[in-house]
């Protein structure tokens, strides 16, 4: 048979096959897409890597507790510092409220956290000007200058000063450095109407002495809170008055801790314009 001919008589290719398929494949590919791409608004995007170049919360807020029926009034002295952010954080966190005795050059040196004291509802209170012992306790009326001295900062700084005026000595009030004044100085404290208030209770963070079995800062500050707050148990209707250093980085790390168990220990956090004291 002739080559040409065989040739001639096989069937012959469908021409439109290949584009058919071709265009099947793209209606396919494409179709696929369409189906696997989220339509926005409606499907959970993917999780993205932690963007840790910005402040990330660790924990989720803690509901206080509202049935509380102790108060204790936690206090902070010599701030503001660089600490004292983390401190409002933390206090946010468990829904409390502290007072803060502020020394008046550093409230010129951090205005802008001393404005956050008063923004999320704590109190501004004075720990004099300078904490100088010698400039503070040279006179009452040294003292006092010290006071208007701080006022006039506060007031700078954050428009205006509390209504009721809360004073702590530097040291406290039994310190030796104020034995010769200090019945003068709460003289003129009350005819100013301001109140003075030390603590009976804290964690130790000023005093070291105390440590006798090498802890750590963070285990010797909570031991001592621990014990202290023991004091108060058979006396529930004792004000508690609990002082802390937000200069002491060792009392900002236990704090979370504090806060949940005095919680649970049924305390309700109070500021000291509240204190009975003021009658």
């Not at 503001?80 to 933390?90: G, H």
């Not at 009350?190 to 603590?199: H, L, M, P, V």
Request: net charge negative.
């Amino acid at each position: 048979m002739d080559e040409n001919k065989e040739k001639k008589n096989q069937p012959a290719g469908n021409p439109l096959l290949f584009p058919i398929l071709l265009l099947f494949a793209i209606y396919v590919a494409v179709g696929y897409v369409m189906h696997t791409e989220a339509v926005p608004g409606t499907e959970t995007p993917p999780p993205q890597p932690p963007q840790t170049e910005q402040p990330v919360q660790t924990a989720a807020p803690v509901k206080r507790s509202t049935n509380g029926t102790r108060s204790i009034y936690l206090t902070f002295d010599d701030g503001p510092c660089e600490n004292t952010p983390r401190v409002l954080d933390t206090l946010d966190r468990y829904g409390a409220k502290a007072t803060f005795f502020t020394v008046g050059m550093y409230v010129d040196r951090y205005p802008e956290t001393t404005k956050e004291i008063v923004r999320r509802g704590n109190l501004i209170a004075c720990h004099t000007y300078t904490h100088d012992y010698e400039k503070c306790y040279a006179s009452a009326d040294a003292f006092i200058a010290e006071t208007e001295k701080w006022k006039r900062s506060v007031q700078k700084t954050c428009g205006g000063v509390p209504p009721r005026l809360c004073v702590r000595f530097p040291g406290g009030s039994t310190t030796k450095y104020a034995a010769d004044v200090r019945d003068d100085i709460i003289a003129q404290l009350n005819a100013s109407g301001y109140r003075w208030f030390d603590w009976n209770a804290g964690d130790n963070d000023k005093w070291p002495k105390g440590n006798t079995k090498g802890l750590s800062d963070t285990e010797y500050f909570m031991q001592s809170y621990k014990e202290c707050m023991g004091w108060f148990e058979d006396t529930p209707d004792v004000p508690v008055v609990f002082l802390f250093h937000d200069t002491e980085e060792g009392s900002v790390d236990i704090l979370p801790d504090v806060l949940q168990d005095l919680i649970n220990r049924g305390y309700n956090f109070r500021l000291l314009d509240e204190h009975p004291d003021w009658g």
